[in-house]
T-cell receptor
Framework: NAGVTQTPKFRVLKTGQSMTLLCAQD?????MYWYRQDPGMGLRLIHY???????AKGEVPDGYNVSRLKKQNFLLGLESAAPSQTSVYFC??????????????FGPGTRLTVL | AQSVTQPDIHITVSEGASLELRCNYS??????LFWYVQSPGQGLQLLLK??????LVQGIKGFEAEFKRSQSSFNLRKPSVHWSDAAEYFC?????????????FGSGTRLSIRP
């Protein structure tokens, strides 16, 4: 199993450009998450999904959109990139089982720079 | 609302010395607590978690943490650190057993190991 993978690993954008970050998991997990990590601020949740076709806003959703068309994929879109979106983006997934203690599994991250 | 405080931004300890990383949380009900580790350039890996039961929790890599409700703390400890423990450590609190709820991360503590 590859676990959680993220594409691309690095990207440089100019202000106003758009891009999509792809997250894929092969563990058949129900839940998927997008976080951003900034120095001194830990991880902040952008959006999450509790199943195929559903998404919800997290702590810092502005400027981002997401889609979960397939269970294994969770896409994060930036329609018009801004320098404030320079960050490291992490995707995570977790199973859903009320009887078990659930753990989030993280991808390796995407480092995005917006000039 | 949930919140997590990691008061130490950066800690340096000598190899072989003991380690304690502090974590204080704020939550009105019984919290679900986690410690994650992030090695340079990597995603986050779960070290240990507390949901209920014994307040001393054992994790991977020789780490343990103790939940103290009276102090709203969940400090991470290791009796003897190794150079490979150099990383960033994140404490996190969740509102329910299911990870579909938002997990709030602390700002992290960077651990350096002195040879």
């Amino acid at each position: 199993n590859a676990g959680v993978t993220q594409t691309p690993k690095f990207r440089v954008l100019k202000t106003g450009q758009s891009m999509t970050l792809l997250c894929a998991q092969d563990m058949n997990h129900e839940y998927m998450y997008w976080y951003r990590q900034d120095p001194g601020m830990g991880l902040r949740l952008i959006h999450y999904s509790v199943g195929e076709g559903t998404t919800a806003k997290g702590e810092v959703p502005d400027g981002y959109n997401v889609s979960r068309l397939k269970k294994q994929n969770f896409l994060l879109g930036l329609e018009s990139a801004a320098p404030s979106q320079t960050s490291v983006y992490f995707c995570a997934s977790s199973p859903y089982d009320r009887a078990k203690d659930n753990e989030q599994f993280f991808g390796p991250g995407t480092r995005l720079t917006v000039l | 609302a949930q919140s997590v405080t990691q008061p130490d931004i950066h800690i340096t300890v000598s190899e072989g010395a003991s380690l304690e990383l502090r974590c204080n949380y704020s939550y009105g009900a019984t919290p679900y607590l986690f410690w994650y580790v992030q090695s340079p350039g990597q995603g986050l890996q779960l070290l240990l978690k507390y949901f209920s039961g014994d307040t001393l929790v054992q994790g991977i890599k020789g780490f343990e943490a103790e939940f103290k409700r009276s102090q709203s703390s969940f400090n991470l400890r290791k009796p003897s650190v190794h150079w490979s423990d150099a990383a960033e450590y994140f404490c996190a609190v969740g509102a329910s057993r299911s990870s579909a709820s938002k997990i709030i991360f602390g700002s992290g503590t960077r651990l350096s190991i002195r040879p």
